[in-house]
């Protein structure tokens, strides 16, 4: 079995992106989720997109500074779309924190299970109910 040397190197492409993805996404970059775990995730992703899509030619004769700086960017452009989700959800949960400030709810705290910090119940809910509205809608394809 042989493998082309510009497959691997979109395979490794694929699963730098994935894994930069799955650092700061709001319900799998969090601490309860072990990180071996998120490690197999993104293999399994990056598999998966190497087999149903036709790769791009990367040239097989990259130097080690071009490999270096091509999975660098990568890794950017994963990690600012895992940061670009986050900040939904945190705008959600300051929202639901400002509602339930207005409207007297302000001091009944939870833990929240997904930051660890207590938050407000409402906050909470606008949190889950943002999660299921992002896992509804396909947000995380």
Same mark, same amino acid.
Request: aromatic share 16%; net charge neutral; glycine share 10%.
């Given at each position: 079995m042989s493998i082309p040397i510009g497959q691997l190197y979109a395979f490794r492409f694929l699963f730098t992106?994935?894994?930069?993805?799955?650092?700061?996404?709001?319900?799998?970059?969090?601490? *309860?989720?072990?990180?071996a775990v998120r490690v197999l995730l993104s293999l399994t992703i990056?598999?998966?997109?190497?087999? =149903? @899509?036709?790769l791009p030619q990367i040239?097989?004769?990259?130097? *080690?500074?071009s490999l270096t700086l091509g999975l660098a960017g990568e890794l950017a452009?994963?990690?600012?779309?895992?940061? =670009? @989700?986050?900040a939904v959800f945190a705008g959600l949960q300051c929202a639901g924190q400002l509602l339930a400030f207005q409207i007297g709810l302000s001091f009944v705290n939870t833990v929240d299970p997904q930051t660890s910090n207590r938050s407000t119940t409402l906050s909470i809910y606008m949190n889950f109910l943002g999660l299921m509205l992002?896992?509804?809608f396909n947000g995380h394809h």
């Open positions: 992106r994935a894994s930069g993805i799955f650092i700061f996404t709001p319900f799998l970059g969090n601490f *309860l989720v072990p990180a990056a598999y998966l997109f190497s087999l =149903a @899509s036709a040239p097989t004769e990259m130097s *080690l500074l452009v994963g990690m600012v779309i895992g940061f =670009a @989700s986050h992002f896992l509804g």
